[in-house]
């Protein structure tokens, strides 16, 4: 294994340097504006499927069958929507950081809220993504009880963000447009050399493998019942919003978007890679049939399941040893494109937004100085999260970053929503609080409605969220219009 990690990371760091312009602030925060859409289209789809989706999903497939494919379907339209409408906003702005359309609609306090908002959502959810990596690769070490070692843990997450500060440190956005070419082609080859390896030890072929797929009661896609919190409409209908604010309202998904010479770039892009996130997922549910089915032959994997699936068979040698290789560089590849691009986001979201080194206009030299701290210290940040998430872990890490984007992003959800559909202007001294009372009211819908009215929310609790900070934007509206 550490042989296939030295010779991955090798081989980005070729890419990076090749790709490294002149590594001023232009290239880290828009890479001049010159990315060829097909790389952006093609490096986003491992930006979307992580490590966590890689382990997660195929893990998931026992609890609630396929119907995670009814949010995908959603996902789809979700990408129509942020290219068709906040797209065309963004360009013709001219943004760099999304979260400055928030500051020209409403004031700069509303876009310090915005991109705090951000920051705190996707820190901990690519953290979250990392950790998962961090908790896989400890189980691959060699070292006797390092599975449970915080110690071990916190070196190789150390060792890992600290390569991905190396690659991207000086061009930033552009390097990962193109180191995310090779990430993706590798993280897909994985996905292909483990459902190989799988379907070898049922003794499969392509066709049989997709006939027990298909026969499988595991293979449920639609839910019609609307009490079930997996319910098409239900599904369905959170998968479009989770899309427009975790890409449309996320600097980190739209950054690389806005790197294309043109908007219709960037359409051709987003819809690209839209479409391809329903058959990838779709491949992935369908590999975490067939592991369940082989996990079944073992008598040491009784009781195993979710994340800890797909690492327990590939590390009980049940699926041969090579299966190893293609594993650790899908695992590696996928949460090295989220990360890195999550780093880069942050920072550009921390010194545009919250600093505001381009509203104060500071001279080249002092804000690349700045941008370089900032950067240094969202690697810190990100490492004192994922020893949070050592001391305290989730059995499902996909399941808890979605509903944490439930209650951070309803309220940008709500936000850019009041921004692009009304004219009315706010009392901005009152948007901070707006912004904090709705999760929190949601947050208390949420554990009484099990027990006051017999409902559990599930993903849609993103809809109300931003529907209640619609609200109270509107209660808190000036008489005169934007």
Not at 98 to 126: C, D, E, H, N, P
Not at 325 to 345: K, L, N
Not at 438 to 453: A, E, H, Q, T
Request: net charge positive; with cysteine; hydrophobic share 50%.
């Amino acid at each position: 294994m550490l042989t296939t990690l030295v010779v991955y990371f090798a081989l980005i760091y070729v890419v990076s340097r090749r790709s490294e312009g002149r590594g001023g602030n232009d290239d880290f925060f828009r890479a001049a504006r010159r990315s060829p859409w097909q790389m952006v289209a093609f490096g986003m789809i491992g930006a979307s499927i992580s490590g966590v989706s890689l382990i997660s999903v195929p893990g998931w497939v026992q609890q609630t069958h396929m119907t995670y494919l009814q949010m995908c379907m959603g996902f789809v339209l979700g990408y129509a929507v942020v290219a068709f409408i906040l797209l065309p906003l963004y360009y013709r702005l001219r943004l760099t950081s999304i979260y400055a359309y928030l500051g020209q609609r409403f004031g700069s306090r509303t876009q310090q809220m915005g991109a705090v908002f951000f920051f705190l959502s996707k820190l901990t959810g690519a953290a979250a993504r990392l950790y998962l990596v961090v908790v896989v690769i400890t189980q691959f070490v060699g070292v006797h009880g390092a599975q449970g070692s915080l110690g071990v843990k916190v070196l190789v997450a150390a060792i890992l963000l600290l390569l991905m500060y190396g690659y991207t440190r000086r061009s930033g956005i552009r390097t990962l447009v193109r180191t995310d070419v090779l990430q993706t082609f590798c993280m897909l080859l994985a996905i292909v050399g483990v459902a190989w390896a799988v379907a070898d030890v049922l003794q499969m072929d392509l066709p049989a493998a997709w006939e027990y797929v298909a026969r499988s009661p595991l293979s449920q896609v639609f839910e019609w019942d609307a009490g079930n919190k997996q319910a098409f409409w239900r599904q369905f209908l959170s998968g479009i919003f989770i899309v427009v604010v975790m890409t449309g309202l996320d600097q980190d998904m739209m950054q690389k978007n806005l790197t294309c010479s043109s908007l219709r770039d960037a359409q051709k892009s987003m819809l690209s890679y839209g479409i391809a996130f329903l058959p990838i997922n779709a491949l992935l549910l369908a590999l975490g049939i067939l592991l369940y089915a082989a996990a079944a032959t073992v008598p040491a994997m009784e009781g195993i399941s979710g994340d800890a699936l797909l690492p327990a068979l590939v590390s009980s040698g049940t699926m041969g040893e090579w299966v190893v290789v293609p594993f650790t560089i899908g695992i590696v590849a996928a949460a090295f494109s989220s990360a890195d691009s999550a780093m880069t986001s942050l920072t550009t979201s921390f010194c545009i937004d919250i600093l505001g080194i381009e509203r104060a206009g500071y001279e080249e030299q002092r804000a690349e100085r700045v941008r370089r701290w900032v950067h240094a210290s969202v690697v810190v940040a990100f490492l004192l999260c994922i020893v949070a998430f050592c001391i305290i872990s989730n059995d499902s890490i996909i399941n808890a970053i979605y509903v944490l984007a439930s209650y951070t992003y309803g309220p940008l959800l709500g936000l850019y929503a009041f921004g692009l559909f009304t004219r009315w202007q706010v009392r901005e001294r009152w948007m901070p609080a707006c912004m904090l009372l709705s999760p929190v009211v949601c947050g208390l819908l949420d554990f009484l409605s099990p027990r006051l009215w017999g409902y559990t929310f599930g993903y849609e609790l993103l809809l109300l969220n931003g529907g209640l900070t619609f609200i109270l934007l509107m209660l808190i509206s000036a008489k005169n219009k934007a």
